[in-house]
């Protein structure tokens, strides 16, 4: 049965742009494919805390030389690592905070980037070992032009480098689903740039059913 696993990272429950475009994948996931089993995370209520030094140490040290200590610093990323792993479709719904990710998925991020499990490095180049086929990105901005060229596109530290990330971890599809402005637009235009959104997610969705699972 295909799996998604479902990441939100605003820290508002009640009116986050950037959840209810997760919102529309997920229904559109839900109802094409109806065996879809669905894993919701909530990274804002998670605390993931920071990597620590111990935790560090434990990325760098061979499994046969892990000590118990060591185990327990990386036992957050073993978990977190085991449960990206192991679906076969990622949705990530985020606002971009200060041009970047919120800290919450920052600390999601540096806790399942790690050498060996999710990336190698052969000592001239890397390659991803994350088999999910693909990622889908819901993200919301509060101003307008961070894309396309736009005035604030060299200030975009969020979608590009959420991008990069995936791509270096192994992923090949990555879709992305943004609302930008959502500070400067009156409710009735959300909710057109919403109505938008969601016929562009059931038709882009569509044609991508031909190149990944779910
Ligand atoms: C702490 C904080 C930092 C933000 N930084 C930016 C920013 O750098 N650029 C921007 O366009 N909007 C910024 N915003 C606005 C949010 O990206 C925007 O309100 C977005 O729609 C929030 O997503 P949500 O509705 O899912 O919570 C910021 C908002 C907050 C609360």
Redesign the pocket.
């Known amino acids: 049965m295909p799996t998604l696993l479902r990441l939100d990272?605003?820290?508002?429950e009640e009116?986050?742009?950037?959840?209810?475009?997760a919102d529309l994948v997920e229904q559109h996931l839900q109802s094409t494919h109806s065996d879809l089993i669905v894993t919701r995370r909530d990274l804002s209520m998670m605390a993931i805390p920071p990597i620590a030094n111990e935790t560090i140490t434990g990325f760098y040290t061979p499994e046969e030389a892990m000590t118990p200590a060591l185990k327990e610093a990386t036992s957050r990323s073993d978990e977190l690592i085991a449960q990206l792993k192991s679906a076969d479709s990622l949705l990530i719904?985020?606002?971009?905070?200060?041009?970047?990710v919120?800290s919450s998925l920052k600390a999601w991020i540096d806790q399942i980037v790690r050498i060996n499990e999710t990336f190698s490095f052969d000592g001239a180049s890397f390659k991803g070992l994350v088999p999910v086929k693909r990622a889908i990105l819901a993200l919301?901005?509060?101003?307008?032009g961070?894309t396309d060229g736009g005035g604030?596109a060299p200030?975009n530290f969020?979608e590009p480098y959420l991008v990069s990330l995936l791509t270096f971890l192994g992923v090949e599809h990555i879709e992305v689903f943004r609302?930008?402005?959502?500070?400067g637009l009156s409710p009735d235009s959300i909710a057109d740039e919403k109505a938008k959104l969601s016929a562009a997610i059931t038709q882009t969705l569509q044609v991508l059913e031909e190149v990944a699972t779910v």
């Open positions: 990272s605003s820290p508002r009116g986050s742009h950037s959840r209810a475009i719904s985020a606002p971009m905070y200060n041009f970047s919120p919301s901005y509060g101003a307008q961070y604030l200030m969020f609302l930008e402005g959502t500070s």
